[in-house]
């Protein structure tokens, strides 16, 4: 099976420009299942219905989120549906949805897995413990994580201790595409982060004047998304579905007129 993933969708920029791209790259990479990461895609961060929308009436199949999942209330009656929006799996029992979402391929089934890490993070039940815990409920081969975390070297860690149990694990949260894809001994599909989808020249999907005055000045800054120039970045991942094992995995930059895989 054929695969995408999209890094954290960033405000009606990055909805509206993925919205605007993703019928081409599902043309152009025969892609089976959309993934995307929504937990900033309303203005002022967080998810909301309106923004979730725009992600499934651009193509996106299944949205994750991460440490802003509950931040705005009204997605939490969607979360607790259960309709292809997750939060991380190892937030408390009591927070609303689910990090879990198995999509029927009808040949195969496909498993989601939300998780968030821990370091430099909000403390919550560890991510390591979580996964060994529900795995064996897991009764298909093919499964991607979606690792919301912000060290390296904690995504890098779950990544090599779920190498062979799991298709894929994707990195999300610091916006900033890393170089590091690559199919692990076992046949797991990685990458550190996959970036994200919004304005080029932002700060992380923020204008750039204020997150500069924020760090020059230490002052409270009203933060406001980028909304010129989009970009996005992703992945393209393949999975032997019969095994479970990914065969390839590809980043994908789309700016501006360029092509997907970045080319004019």
Same mark, same amino acid.
């Given at each position: 099976?054929? *695969? *995408?993933?999209?890094? =954290? ?17 599902? /043309?152009?990479?025969?892609? +089976? ?15 909301? $219905?309106?923004?979730? +929308?725009?992600? @499934? ?13 509950? /931040? ?54 560890? $991510? @390591? ?6 795995? $064996? ?5 093919? &499964? ?35 170089? +590091? ?40 800054? /009203? ?6 120039? $989009? ?7 393949? &999975? ?16 501006? =007129? ?7």
């Amino acid at each position: 099976m054929k *695969l *995408l993933f999209f890094g =954290d969708v960033v405000g009606s920029l990055g909805c509206h420009f993925l919205q605007q791209k993703l019928p081409d790259l599902k /043309r152009t990479y025969q892609a +089976d299942l959309v993934i995307a990461n929504g937990e900033n895609s309303a203005e002022g961060n967080g998810i909301l $219905p309106g923004s979730a +929308d725009q992600l @499934f009436h651009a193509g996106v199949d299944v949205i994750t989120t991460g440490n802003h999942a509950l /931040r705005r209330r009204e997605i939490y009656d969607l979360l607790e549906e259960q309709r292809g929006i997750l939060r991380p799996h190892n937030f408390h029992s009591q927070a609303p949805g689910s990090g879990v979402y198995l999509v029927d391929m009808l040949k195969y089934q496909f498993c989601v897995i939300n998780l968030q890490g821990v370091s430099y993070l909000d403390p919550i039940a560890n $991510p @390591f413990d979580t996964i060994d815990a529900l795995l $064996p409920t897991i009764h298909t081969p093919n &499964i991607l994580v979606d690792f919301h975390a912000e060290a390296t070297a904690e995504k890098l860690a779950l990544g090599y201790y779920l190498d062979g149990r799991v298709s894929a694990v994707v990195g999300t949260h610091t916006h900033v595409q890393t170089a +590091d894809e690559r199919i692990l001994p076992g046949g797991t599909a990685y990458i550190t982060d996959v970036g994200m989808c919004g304005g080029y020249h932002s700060v992380l999907g923020v204008r750039q004047d204020l997150a500069i005055r924020r760090f020059r000045t230490q002052l409270p800054t /009203r933060f406001e998304n980028e909304k010129e120039d $989009p970009a996005l970045w992703g992945v393209f991942i393949e &999975i032997n579905e019969k095994t479970g094992r990914a065969v390839n995995i590809q980043r994908i930059f789309v700016h501006s =007129d360029l092509r997907p895989g970045g080319k004019k």
